[in-house]
Structure formats: C-alpha cells, structure tokens
C-alpha cells in the first residue's frame, strides 16, 4: 500500500463528514498490515459531546469489522484546510490504545503532511 492510496482514501472520507455546526471536515483511514483500508470521518452532533472524530470513527469500525487492534499499522487524516493539525487528547488516548507506540500516523492537508509515530502523539499514555 503507498501513502498516496492511504492519504486519497483519508481526503475521499473527508467529503462524507457531517460537520454543519464547525464546518471543519476531517477524514482518517487507516491500513492493516493485510493491506485492508478502513475510512472513517467526523461527525458532529448539537450536543457537542456526542461528536465523534474521524479517527475514532475509522479505529471503531475497523474493530466492529474484525480488524485486530495490532494489526493496525498506519493511520492517516486529512483536512481540506491550509493549517497543519493533529488528533485532539481524546484520540490520542483511543489511538494509544488500539495501536502499537510504532505505528505510524500521518496528519495531511491541501499542501503538506507530517508525521509521528503513536508514542510521539502520547508520550506516557494511560493504560493499565
């Protein structure tokens, strides 16, 4: 699988986002190590608590289609934004959870990428 594929898929699950109230669209895809790609974007609800992020979604549906945690070895998400961003704290705890401190993540935007292994994003994670 190449990054282009990874990063096409994040940008094609940004479009799918429901985000009438932040207008701030985000889509996540991430590879298993048998090459699967599972997407996922964000979506908003008025109680803003209830939101879900892009991340969180495609890490939760990998899980419910089967996906071993461990076997996750890429994440990706893109923002059609010209600002560079990273996961907030509540998917960083979830992506630490789920995920190897290895694996590598990949943050893009309408004209640049960077990237972070999970235990760069959360040094010292909580688990038990």
């Known amino acids: 699988m190449s990054k282009t594929t990874l990063l096409d898929a994040a940008k094609n699950a940004a479009e799918n986002a429901y985000a009438p109230y932040s207008k701030f669209k985000v889509g996540a895809a991430l590879e298993a190590d048998n090459g699967e790609i599972i997407t996922g974007c964000n979506v908003e609800n008025v109680s803003f608590g209830l939101s879900n992020c892009a991340e969180r979604t495609a890490i939760y549906r990998a899980i419910a289609e089967g996906i071993a945690p461990s076997s996750i070895k890429h994440i990706a998400i893109y923002t059609p934004t010209d600002e560079m961003h990273s996961p907030c704290g509540a998917c960083r705890q979830?992506?630490?959870?789920?995920?190897?401190?290895?694996?590598?993540?990949?943050?893009?935007?309408?004209?640049?990428?960077?990237?972070?292994?999970?235990?760069?994003?959360?040094?010292?994670?909580?688990?038990?």
């Open 94 to 128: 979830v992506i630490a959870e789920f995920c190897s401190k290895d694996t590598v993540f990949i943050s893009s935007n309408k004209t640049s990428q960077k990237t972070w292994s999970v235990g760069e994003l959360l040094p010292d994670s909580f688990s038990f």
